[in-house]
């Protein structure tokens, strides 16, 4: 993993989310930030950030002091019933549940970097997805449940309607017991998967947003803009291009020109910015293969041959080779390894 990819960071409030009403197993929040080797100082301001390891740790420190893996479902299940963020104020005043999932895709890097929320649809079906680009927090079964199960609510909140799912899926491995996924989702539950998703009908998208005010959505985005213009302006070259290539990798590695015009740069430009970064374009093409052939091979649901063409190689031998030369390994070494 790069060190860049250590920097992601989540909003100290949807952290605080996480953790609110921890009474109610007996334990305080402050236990589980002390658990969990975090400064409890952290969450007295909302403009603070947490590093993935810490929210690893506060994950895992949770389920561990409560001593229920399930605690990111019921976590999730909790979420105040109001919006308290700027990111919450925009979805509240979109117009359809459509809308919202949009603006949510748009503005989620003011709540959250660690991963890449897209919606997606495929004939009279559509999910919400949530893909995680931070290695640390890959596998995290809380964090992905209380993912999954807050943006269920969310949807519910908004429209004043429970979402009918289809399907719910998860990138962790299958629990012993599923009797509280069923709860919650009330649909077929799959593991394994490359990103978190809830799937059902694309004419929900459809469902009207309960009193929305288009003035206070267009103010709201203006700061939003404002905002995320900061963020961005924090960040590196490198982090801004490894996390367009984990979007855009479908078949083949993305063009340097279609980076460049995404990042509204020159290539001229950005090759530069990344080169006093001590980096390339090619070298950052590598790491986000690597960082998605260690994802796509823990999970059972997709064959060597089959993650080596999402990657862009154009036969199965040419990823071997590089794979081996990236953890000395082949890549059915590793899965058999990353499975036991």
């Not at 999402?310 to 390894?337: C, D, H, Q, Y």
């Amino acid at each position: 993993m790069s060190d860049m990819r250590k920097n992601l960071m989540m909003s100290v409030s949807k952290v605080s989310l996480f953790l609110a009403n921890m009474d109610s197993y007996g334990i305080t929040k402050e236990e589980v930030l002390r658990s969990a080797s975090v400064d409890p100082i952290l969450l007295q301001s909302p403009d603070n950030r947490c590093t993935s390891d810490e929210i690893d740790r506060i994950f895992k420190a949770a389920a561990r002091l409560t001593q229920n893996e399930n605690i990111g479902l019921l976590q999730g299940e909790k979420l105040a019933k109001s919006f308290s963020n700027i990111l919450g104020y925009i979805l509240i005043n979109c117009g359809s549940l459509g809308e919202a999932a949009e603006k949510y895709n748009r503005y989620e890097k003011l709540v959250d970097e660690t991963s890449i929320s897209e919606l997606s649809i495929k004939g009279n079906r559509a999910s919400l997805r949530s893909t995680s680009v931070d290695q640390v927090l890959e596998g995290n079964r809380g964090l992905s449940d209380f993912k999954m199960a807050g943006m269920l609510l969310y949807t519910r909140i908004l429209s004043g309607k429970r979402l009918i799912l289809r399907e719910a899926h998860f990138s962790h491995s299958k629990p012993q017991d599923l009797s509280e996924y069923q709860r919650v989702f009330n649909c077929p539950i799959f593991f394994e998967k490359p990103f978190n998703a809830l799937v059902f009908d694309k004419e929900l998208l459809k469902l009207p947003v309960i009193e929305p005010n288009r003035q206070l959505l267009v103010l709201f985005e203006n700061i939003a803009r404002e905002l995320l213009d900061k963020i961005e302006n924090n960040e590196t070259y490198s982090r801004k291009v490894h996390t367009i290539i984990l979007k855009e990798m479908k078949g083949e590695a993305p063009s340097v020109d279609m980076v460049a015009k995404t990042m509204a740069v020159s290539v001229r430009s950005l090759q530069g910015y990344l080169k006093r970064e001590g980096t390339s374009y090619t070298k950052l093409i590598n790491e986000a293969r690597k960082d998605l052939a260690l994802h796509y091979l823990k999970s059972k649901n997709a064959s060597i041959s089959e993650i080596a063409y999402v990657l862009g190689f154009s036969e199965i031998s040419a990823f071997n080779r590089a794979f081996k030369k990236w953890t000395n390994r082949t890549p059915g070494e590793f899965r058999m390894n990353s499975v036991c």
